[in-house]
């Protein structure tokens, strides 16, 4: 249904449907930035990834996207429901890509300590640990 709505597009030649990817560094690194306009998200793994990879990116202001990013001021693009402002914000935001480019590579080491598969495999683990040791303690062991 999507690839018959891009047919239409008068951007069909812009919309890529790149089908599963294994290698997101590399996916990554041959992009120029990710524009992620969600209305609504819980947390946001795209966002963290691009920034882990050290791509650009420019975001709705939701609250989820400003905790991994951090920075509203060069990433955000504002609300989804004024559309004037999206764009003023985004014309603005390609008017100082390298700044922006700059500060998503500068931002890769901590969110790579915040985000990265080695941190979420570690929480994971306190996680269960936390719940074995409940457990335990409730069963009286």
């Known amino acids: 249904m999507l690839r018959a709505e891009v047919e239409k ?5 812009s919309i890529h449907f790149h089908g599963w990817v294994k290698d997101m560094p590399t996916f990554y690194s041959g ?10 998200e819980s947390f946001g793994n795209v966002l963290a990834e691009a920034l882990i990879n050290g791509l650009p990116v420019l975001v709705s202001d939701l609250p989820a996207f400003a905790e991994i990013h951090g920075d509203k001021k060069t ?5 989804p429901e004024e559309p004037a402002e999206f764009i003023r914000n985004f014309v603005s935001a390609m008017e100082r890509y390298p700044e922006l480019a700059g500060k998503a590579f500068n931002a890769s080491d901590d969110l ?9 495999l570690q929480a994971i683990e306190r996680i269960h640990d936390d719940a074995a040791r409940r457990s ?5 062991r």
């Open 9 to 13: 597009s008068p951007f069909r030649e």
């Open 31 to 40: 992009l120029d930035l990710l524009i992620f306009p969600s209305s609504h």
């Open 75 to 79: 990433f955000s693009l504002g609300s």
């Open 112 to 120: 790579v300590r915040r985000f990265g598969m080695e941190e979420h």
């Open 136 to 140: 335990d303690r409730h069963e009286g």
